[in-house]
């Protein structure tokens, strides 16, 4: 494991712990050597995770589209910042990167790009770990509706189970490093 993808927020959220814990995760990061992919901007959590990757000497990626570049701010201080056309060209390329996937609290921009590579990962087309970073239990209504889908006969448990949570940066990066997944068959 070499490279972690990062989804979050361009907002700073209500709490100060959101940017508190951003900026933790990237300081983690460089700690167990590992490089990041984000979104490629300077606003919110997302710049607070570059910065803090960045100033403990790592090595940040920003993939940004051509859309959102003065939308989002692109961050120009990176160690490599690749404009895009579009968000499905943004999305492959930080995935192309990626050997394993974190979210961090953000919005729907998030949910949908962490969506999309869990649904890979039940699906098999890759086995990189697909991490919730719960932080101020700002994930627990998710894991919940994993819960309810599951009852409801729409998720089998196993996909349930292919999801790293925790609360803790430290100990979800730990765990990354530690996964070994597996592909579930569906039918």
């Not at 989804?7 to 050597?33: F, H, T």
């Not at 192309?96 to 699906?123: C, H, K, M, N, R």
């Not at 490093?177 to 039918?187: L, Q």
Request: proline share 3%; hydrophobic share 40%.
């Amino acid at each position: 494991m070499k490279t972690i993808a990062v989804y979050c927020g361009s907002s700073k959220g209500i709490d100060p712990i959101y940017m508190e814990e951003a900026e933790k995760l990237g300081r983690v990061l460089v700690d167990n050597g590992l490089d990041l992919v984000y979104g490629g901007a300077t606003v919110g959590c997302m710049g607070a995770v570059a910065d803090a990757v960045m100033n403990a000497g790592g090595r940040v990626i920003g993939v940004i589209p051509e859309k959102l570049k003065n939308i989002e701010i692109a961050h120009q201080q990176l160690s490599e910042l690749h404009v895009v056309r579009t968000m499905h060209e943004r999305k492959a390329l930080m995935a192309e990167y990626a050997d394993g996937f974190i979210a961090l609290p953000g919005g729907s921009g998030t949910l949908e790009e962490w969506f999309e590579v869990f649904t890979w990962a039940q699906l098999g087309y890759h086995n990189k770990p697909c991490a919730l970073l719960n932080i101020n239990d700002y994930y627990s209504p998710i894991i919940s509706l994993f819960d309810h889908m599951i009852e409801q006969g729409f998720v089998k448990a196993e996909y349930k189970d292919l999801i790293v949570i925790d609360r803790d940066s430290k100990e979800l990066v730990n765990k990354l490093k530690k996964y070994e997944g597996a592909y579930i068959h569906k039918w």
